[in-house]
């Protein structure tokens, strides 16, 4: 204690210095659990990385039971919704070429009957886009497809005659690949057809959705042509999609301003109670629409 009282700034530095110790011993036995623990979770990773790679791939009797079970009831729910789907897209049944022909008329004169009923004026010799079909029998591959099609424009075109739009200015059907497949394929010369086989290694895979394109034009007032885009958007039986939409309208000025600023005539005061008839600036006008829409099938 002597000692201490006769030098107490080297006992405080000591005493410091202990602390000093202490605390450092402390802290590094704190990050010595820290690192073990630390190095101990990684052996035991790469452990199980080790055992993982010397492992077989190939799954157990059980598990590749219950692999087998997943694809089952993953392949029952696709079938389930390829079903759900084909419902709402027009069937193709099987079509003779005469059948089709006959078909067509049908479909033409209804047509015609309900353009006349609803005061829709059509193109001059409107056949639905089948004009060349109207006196020549198509193939009979594509018969069922172009039965299909015809099917799918019948409903367009109702939707544009129960709008009881103007007209129908044009109406424009892009042929199907499948028409002409047989006279397209051009016949391959002997070395082309040599040359040609080694690199023929594999087929394409099959398309599982396939449209047919219409290009069409009508007349109509905004509210008609309002209904009539709803209508084929929201389309049940078909997918109808509409790729382009061009709306035009038959005025493209507004009316001159001093004609809007003249006073209206004064109406002979016959019932003081009724009002004056408004006179609409805008919204009387008509307006021309082509469109572009797609018919979507699936592909065989």
């Known amino acids: 204690m002597n000692w201490f009282r006769q030098n107490r700034a080297?006992?405080?530095?000591?005493?410091?210095?202990?602390?000093?110790?202490?605390?450092?011993?402390?802290?590094?036995?704190?990050?010595?659990?820290?690192?073990?623990?630390?190095?101990?979770?990684?052996?035991?990773?790469?452990?199980?990385?080790?055992?993982l790679d010397r492992l077989d791939p190939f799954p157990n009797d059980a598990n590749y039971r219950k692999l087998q079970g997943y694809l089952d009831r993953y392949n029952s729910a696709l079938d389930k919704f390829k079903d759900e789907l084909k419902k709402e897209i027009v069937?193709?049944?099987?079509?003779?070429?005469?059948?089709?022909?006959?078909?067509?008329?049908?479909?033409?004169?209804?047509t015609l009957n309900r353009a006349q009923t609803n005061n829709v004026k059509l193109p001059d010799k409107f056949q639905l886009?089948?004009?060349?079909?109207?006196?020549?029998?198509?193939?009979?591959?594509?018969?069922?497809?172009?039965?299909?099609?015809?099917?799918q424009i019948q409903m367009l075109i109702n939707i544009l005659l129960d709008a009881k739009v103007d007209s129908v200015t044009s109406f424009h059907r892009a042929p199907l690949p499948e028409e002409h497949a047989a006279s397209s394929t051009p016949t391959p010369s002997p070395v082309?057809?040599?040359?040609?086989?080694?690199?023929?290694?594999?087929?394409?895979?099959?398309?599982?959705?396939?449209?047919?394109?219409v290009d069409l034009t009508f007349r109509a007032t905004p509210a008609a042509a309002r209904k009539v885009l709803n209508e084929i958007a929201n389309s049940s039986g078909q997918f109808f999609i509409i790729r382009t939409l061009y709306v035009h309208n038959?005025?493209?000025?507004?009316?001159?301003?001093?004609?809007?600023?003249?006073?209206a005539p004064a109406e002979p005061a016959a019932q003081p109670g009724a009002a004056a008839p408004l006179n609409f600036i805008v919204g009387n006008e008509h307006i021309e629409v082509s469109a572009t829409i797609e018919m979507l099938r699936f592909g065989s």
């Open 250 to 263: 038959e005025k493209d000025k507004g009316p001159p301003r001093q004609r809007t600023g003249e006073p």
């Open 91 to 110: 069937p193709a049944p099987p079509l003779a070429p005469n059948e089709f022909q006959s078909r067509l008329r049908q479909a033409t004169v209804a």
């Open 192 to 213: 082309a057809r040599r040359t040609a086989a080694p690199t023929k290694t594999a087929t394409p895979p099959p398309t599982l959705l396939k449209g047919n394109i």
């Open 129 to 151: 886009g089948f004009d060349e079909f109207a006196m020549a029998l198509p193939d009979t591959a594509a018969a069922p497809l172009l039965g299909q099609e015809l099917s």
């Open 10 to 51: 080297l006992a405080t530095l000591l005493i410091a210095f202990g602390v000093c110790v202490l605390f450092a011993g402390l802290l590094l036995f704190w990050r010595w659990a820290t690192w073990s623990d630390a190095r101990q979770t990684f052996d035991q990773a790469a452990a199980e990385k080790s055992r």
